[in-house]
Every structure is written in structure tokens, then in C-alpha cells.
């Protein structure tokens, strides 16, 4: 089948436009064409402790053998695996349900939230994003925002807790300037009689391009919540599992226990396996729940297997080692390149922001957009993420080395420099009625065509790497 064929509908895109970029093989933080070609992934969230990690691969691989589904009935892979998750969660989050998505977790939790409060609005952050389910698209700022009906009445914004446009970490700031303005947004609501039942937030806002709220924020916002009473959850289906390098959980920088806790994407390390985890009090409320797929045995030995990398290989150590390099080398490239107008981070998951020339601050989507096609073409895969799409993401897997990261800061670097003397960017940047401007930049970020293709290099596997 042509590749053009899979793109025919304009609702399916590919990365990468005319020339996708097709993976046929993966093994820890490398991804392989099928021409061989290597490229240090420096985007994916899902293959958490490593593409393709041989411990993992043989618990999935024995389980298979033994027992696929017990939809239902009691196994030791479900009970293990509970037994396992609780031991990295507060004695109040005790009830956990498993299912096969974060969308599918979120939903559940909307649901759960719903029943207890017997309310039905959401407060959320701006530029948020929690799935692709209808009910979550409805609270989701970046998806809706792109619809005809816009928000709905029992949605409530709440400002991201950042001195915006451009601004580096919020952690160690006041929070109250933030905090007025979200107090505003809920008592709004209450005042129209649309009180909040939920509030639901990442506690590093991933999809409005890496914003960290103030240590402060949540614990004075959660506060303010269940003062009204209303329930908090955290969505962790990005940050969580030791992402952040410091805690297990990212909701505990800041000095916090969510209501209702939700995972995904790296906890099964790219299988399908998803959870929500709650108090008894709430958990009581969803009644009777069946899921065909949430909690199999083989979703369960391979989550209690990612956990078991992330311990024995000491994994969370390493992020945080690697995350503060990182930024470090990222604040250097920030002094060297004007183009850059804040770095935000912590561990492992990183926004590295640009803008058209400090001390102009507009947003530089265009250079964004050419820089991560730019890094491909170097053999590293990157991501845009932000309302305006100017903010380089980077989320590697967590095995990635320090030797890893000084090859991407180079290349960083390199690129970077080569299209800061590319009129055409600049130029393009500065004209706000460009033909390659914000409103006509395609919702897939690299959906343009490539022109040259990295080198060959050998294929690497476990047993070659650090």
C-alpha cells in the first residue's frame, strides 16, 4: 500500500507529511527505519523505561503462553500487580481500577467524580488536554477551541499558572497572582449557579507546552476546591512514574494528594494498560463496572514489570541526573541563542520555548516547525507542543544517557544556529499575515515534506548500550 493512501482522509495525519517517518524496529532509546537508519527519540512518553526492554517483553512473551483473559474471575497477574502499584501510593488512594487507556482512565474518572459530587462542571486549565473520548474533548481547551460549538456552559477555564507569554518555571514563585485568577474563574461559576464538581489538571501541563505551576499552587487550589465541595484529580498519564526524576508521582512536588489519581502511557510501557485510582469513599459511588480488556493478565505482568525496571535499574535517579543537565545545557543554549526565550523542565520532560528574537517575544511557530523537520533530519525525533506550537518538547524515555543528551544539546545547538541565518524564518516569523503563519501551520506539527534522510549506522541492541 502507498503511504499517500494512508493519509487520504484529512482527519488521519502522519508524521513527517509526504515522507513519513516509517518505524519498523525500536530497542531502548533508538528507533530504526527499514533502511536501518537510527534516530535518538527524544519525543516518545509511552515506551517509558525503553522501547522494546527485554524484561519486559519476557514477562509479557511467558503470560502470553499461559493466559491471555480472565474477564471477571481472580488471577495471581491482577493481584500481583495491585499488590505491587500499591506499595508507590498514599494509604488514601486504595481503590484501583484498570483500564486500557488514558483516555479511557480520565473518562472514568470524570464519571466517578460526577457520582460523588452530584455535580456535572469541570474546571480545567487553559491550553489542557485529557483525550480524545467525547466527554474529555468537552473539557479539553486545545481540543475544543478547534470546534464549532467552543466551550460548553458546565466547563470552566482557569488560567495556566504562568507569567505567559514566555516564562521560565513558576515553581519557585509566589503563587498568589495565579491563585486569584483561578479563585475568580471557580467563584464565577458558583455565582452563576454552575458550582464546580471537578477540578482536573495535570500537575505539569504538558499539552500547553510544559508549564509548571508554583510549589504552593495546588495545595492552596485544592483547598479552595473541596472548600466548595468539589473533588480534585490529578492527571498523571504523562508525568507520572518517576518522570519528573524526584518523586514516583509529579503531584507530590507539590505537596499534595489528588482525590482521584489517573495513569497511562508509560505504565505499560507501550501496551495498552491504563488506571484510576481513588479513595474507598468515591470508589463506592461508580457501582457495578465491567472492562473486557482493563486489569488482563498480560496488561498486569508487563506494568508490574515496568515497575520492576524502574527500581532495579534505578531509573528515577538517572532522570533526575539527566533532567538537570539538560536544563543546565538548555539555559547555556538560552544565553548563546536569542531565539530561545525561556526553558521549563523538571526530570525528564522538558519545553524548550521559541520566540521570534528576544527581546521580541512573539511566538516562533514557523522556526519551530522547521527546527524539528531540521532535527530529523540529523537523525533525532522531537515534538512542537504549546497553544501556538513554538515550544520544542523533549520527553525521551527514561533510560536516556548523559551521552544522549550531550549528542542533543550539540545538535541543538547546530540546528538552531543554521536556521537563526535562514532569512526566510526569520522574515516569515515577523510578517503576521505569512502564508506559513500560525492559522495555516497543520494540526500535525510535521506535516511537511523532507527532503534528506540521515546516515546508516549500525543497529544497536541491550547488550551494546550503557
Known amino acids: 500500500m502507498k503511504m499517500d493512501n494512508l493519509t487520504a482522509d484529512s482527519s488521519c495525519k502522519l508524521h513527517f507529511g509526504n515522507k513519513p517517518f516509517k518505524v519498523v524496529r ?117 481540543s475544543f477551541r478547534k470546534l464549532p460549538h467552543g466551550k460548553k456552559d458546565f466547563v470552566h477555564i482557569i488560567p495556566l499558572p504562568a507569567n505567559m507569554p514566555c516564562s521560565d518555571s513558576s515553581y519557585d514563585q509566589d503563587p498568589e497572582i495565579h491563585l486569584e485568577k483561578a479563585v475568580t474563574s471557580i467563584n464565577r461559576a458558583a455565582a452563576s449557579g454552575r458550582p464546580v464538581g471537578c477540578f482536573m489538571s495535570e500537575m505539569v501541563v504538558t499539552a500547553a507546552g510544559v508549564i509548571i505551576p508554583p510549589k504552593k499552587y495546588f495545595r492552596s487550589l485544592y483547598k479552595v476546591i473541596r472548600d466548595q465541595g468539589g473533588i480534585c484529580i490529578a492527571d498523571e498519564v504523562t508525568t507520572g512514574f518517576g518522570r519528573t526524576g524526584e518523586n514516583f508521582w509529579a503531584y507530590q512536588a507539590f505537596g499534595v494528594i489528588p482525590d482521584i489519581l489517573t495513569v497511562g502511557k508509560p505504565i505499560g510501557n507501550g501496551y495498552p494498560l491504563a488506571a484510576v485510582i481513588t479513595t474507598k469513599e468515591i470508589g463506592v459511588c461508580l457501582g457495578d463496572f465491567l472492562n473486557t480488556y482493563g486489569g488482563n493478565p498480560i496488561a498486569c505482568v508487563i506494568g508490574k514489570a515496568v515497575i520492576e525496571v524502574i527500581v532495579n535499574e534505578k531509573l528515577m535517579s538517572s532522570t533526575k541526573m539527566v533532567g538537570i543537565f539538560l536544563l543546565q545545557g538548555f539555559n547555556d543554549l538560552k544565553e548563546k541563542h536569542l531565539s530561545i526565550g525561556a526553558v521549563r523542565g523538571i526530570g525528564l520532560i522538558i519545553g524548550v520555548e521559541f520566540v521570534c528574537c528576544r527581546p521580541n517575544l512573539k511566538s516562533a511557530t514557523q522556526l519551530a516547525v522547521s527546527f524539528v523537520r531540521r532535527m530529523r533530519d540529523k537523525g533525532v525525533i522531537l ?83 550503557d
Open 383 to 465: 515534538a512542537v507542543q504549546g497553544a501556538e506550537r513554538n515550544v520544542i518538547g523533549i520527553t525521551p524515555p527514561l533510560c536516556f544517557t548523559l551521552e544522549n543528551a550531550r549528542k542533543l544539546l550539540k545538535l541543538f545547538d547546530q540546528v538552531l544556529w543554521e536556521l537563526e541565518r535562514e532569512p526566510a524564518i526569520i522574515r516569515l516569523e515577523s510578517e503576521p499575515d505569512s502564508l506559513l503563519g500560525l492559522s495555516n501551520i497543520s494540526s500535525d506539527f510535521l506535516d511537511t515534506e523532507i527532503s534528506n534522510e540521515p546516515v546508516l549506522k549500525k543497529r544497536r541492541f541491550y547488550v551494546d548500550m
Open 26 to 142: 525500536a530497542s531502548k532509546q533508538y528507533l530504526y527505519d527499514e533502511l536501518g537508519n537510527e534516530f535518538l527519540d527524544c519525543y516518545t512518553i509511552t515506551a517509558h523505561v525503553g522501547h522494546c526492554h527485554p524484561h519486559v517483553v519476557s514477562a509479557g512473551q511467558t503470560q502470553m503462553s499461559l493466559l491471555w483473559a480472565s474477564q471477571g474471575m481472580l488471577s495471581d497477574p491482577y493481584s500481583e500487580y495491585i499488590k505491587c502499584l500499591l506499595e508507590f501510593l498514599p494509604e488514601k488512594l486504595s481503590v484501583i481500577q484498570l483500564v486500557s487507556s488514558g483516555s479511557e482512565a480520565n473518562d472514568l474518572a470524570l464519571r466517578l467524580a460526577r457520582k460523588y459530587t452530584k455535580r456535572h462542571d469541570v474546571a480545567v486549565f487553559e491550553s489542557g488536554f485529557h483525550g480524545n473520548l467525547s466527554s474529555l474533548v468537552d473539557i479539553s481547551e486545545k
